[in-house]
């Protein structure tokens, strides 16, 4: 029998994606990165983070089960540039928003404070590689 293939090391991410529209006055600090993950958080004019975009390379680890926090929270299938995600909305907490989805590479997802459900997506469907 042949010799079984050894599985490659992790991939690490090579560009790091980020939101190309933000409202007014936002602006973004990088505060966490490992090979794997990036954590980008979104401040507003006034210096209160809004939202955290998570970057995660895709491989076997994240190829379990993701967990996400649905207390309190409805879950909707929805779709970021064509990829299927999930939203979830939390009634506790006007404009909170968990959106998960994936490309072929990276799984993202944005968690915060949102205007509305149409400015989510407006910067859900704005994060892009660099």
């Not at 990276?106 to 400015?119: A, C, H, V």
Request: no cysteine; glycine share 6%.
């Amino acid at each position: 029998t042949p010799p079984e293939t050894p599985i490659s090391p992790s991939q690490s991410i090579e560009k790091i994606a980020s939101a190309t529209y933000l409202p007014e006055g936002y602006y973004a600090v990088e505060k966490e990165s490992t090979a794997l993950r990036v954590d980008t958080f979104y401040y507003d004019a006034n210096d209160n983070m809004k939202f955290q975009l998570l970057q995660q390379v895709i491989d076997e680890e994240a190829h379990r089960d993701v967990i996400i926090d649905t207390e309190n929270g409805s879950t909707t299938t929805i779709y970021v540039n064509g990829q299927e995600g999930i939203l979830v909305e939390y009634s506790d907490v006007p404009g909170r928003f968990t959106l998960l989805w994936q490309d072929a590479s990276y799984r993202y997802s944005l968690y915060g404070t949102f205007d509305s459900y149409t400015e989510l997506m407006k910067i859900a469907e704005g994060i892009k590689i660099e």
